[in-house]
């Protein structure tokens, strides 16, 4: 559940309302242990997987260094709207994020986290 002690301000909170500190991709650089477990979990998906290729400098970040060129929300709220979070979207939550959400107990959790922040501003 959203923490209040989260910073909306901060940048390690995704557009999409991820926490980046709880992201394996995003502490995969500093953690080797968790960035050889990324490898097995995408041997096989992909050719010559390594430790190097997992990491990410956030959705505010280095555009060189996103862990995804194809962030659909990124592009949305971020290079689209300018926003910041999508929560400021007039269309929030809009179908397709609704949609996104019920993908993985994760994404849902992000919603939940930008929906609290809306509540919270």
């Known amino acids: 559940m959203y923490s209040k002690s989260i910073d909306k301000n901060s ?6 309302g991820l926490n980046c500190d709880e992201c394996k991709i995003y502490l995969a650089p500093n953690n080797h242990e968790i ?12 050719e010559d ?19 995804t060129e194809e962030c659909w ?14 929560y400021e979207c007039k269309e929030f939550p809009c179908i397709k994020l609704i ?10 959790k ?3 986290n ?7 501003i």
């Open 110 to 112: 992000a919603l939940q």
């Open 11 to 16: 940048k390690l909170i995704a557009v999409c």
């Open 99 to 108: 949609e996104w959400s019920k993908k993985s107990e994760n994404y849902a």
């Open 49 to 67: 997987v390594k430790v190097t290729d997992f990491h990410c400098s956030t959705c505010r970040g280095d555009q060189a260094k996103y862990w």
């Open 114 to 120: 930008l929906k609290n922040m809306k509540k919270n």
């Open 35 to 46: 960035a050889k477990r990324l490898v097995k979990r995408f041997d096989g998906m992909w």
């Open 73 to 86: 929300i990124r592009d949305c709220c971020v290079i689209n709207k300018k926003l910041e979070f999508c």
